[in-house]
T-cell receptor
């Protein structure tokens, strides 16, 4: 079964750091780009970052650029998000999602269950 | 950045109804528009990609269409399990922006 499972969410103080992980199974992880998408409590979806299949190219939303770093370990079928200088507004459920192309459109077809990050003093 | 404007933000419907949700892109995105369904406490689920194509396993009562930069998700014969929040997402470029969502409730 194709699956993604996030971990690492926690309560952290403003200015602190946290590292999220996403374990993939059931598909050839190294063949797909991967994404992080977040959802603040009661709010909509916000794309955060993506990384190419080989890990050589990464992109970020302006809201996290310079503070968050996406990475992956294809040998361990794992995706990561290093979050530094955390702010209250980073409080959200963070989802990892597999990327793909269909008829030219980039979509997110497999999602994890999410991990909650709470930034609060 | 491409802005995605979804309407309405919420709607009330009954089982068996035909429901239409609209998403407008702030610039041309060709047909690179995807739709997702999210139920409370769950991860989003891909329904339709590239404006028209039904994701594998998604019931045929879901359909998508496009007119220029306006996109529509239609649910025919609404079922109890369809009460959820629906999001559009442009698959054209980075950042991969989402609409603000449409909550379909009873």
């Amino acid at each position: 079964e194709v699956q993604l499972a996030e971990s690492g969410g926690n309560l952290v103080q403003p200015g602190g750091s946290l590292r999220l992980s996403c374990a993939a199974s059931g598909f050839t992880f190294s063949s797909y780009s991967m994404n992080w998408v977040r959802q603040a409590p009661g709010k909509g979806l916000e794309w955060v970052s993506d990384i190419s299949s080989g890990g050589t190219t990464a992109s970020y939303a302006d809201s996290v650029k310079g503070r968050f770093t996406i990475s992956r370990d294809n040998a361990k079928n794992s995706l990561f998000l290093q979050m530094n200088s955390l702010r209250d507004e980073d409080t959200a459920v963070y989802y990892c999602a597999r990327g793909g192309f269909g008829s030219g459109s980039y979509y997110l077809d497999i999602w994890g269950q999410g991990t909650l990050v709470t930034v609060s003093s | 950045d491409i802005q995605m404007t979804q309407s309405p933000s919420s709607l009330s419907a009954s089982v068996g109804d035909r429901v239409t949700i609209t998403c407008r892109a702030s610039q041309s995105i060709s047909a690179y528009l995807n739709w997702y369904q999210q139920k409370p406490g769950k991860a989003p689920k891909l329904l339709i990609f590239a404006a028209y194509s039904l994701q594998s396993g998604v019931p045929s009562r879901f359909s998508g269409s496009r007119s220029g930069t306006d996109f529509t998700l239609t649910i025919s014969n609404l079922q109890p399990e369809d009460f959820a929040t629906y999001y559009c997402q442009q698959g054209y470029n980075i950042p991969r922006t989402f609409g603000h969502g449409t909550k379909v409730e009873i």
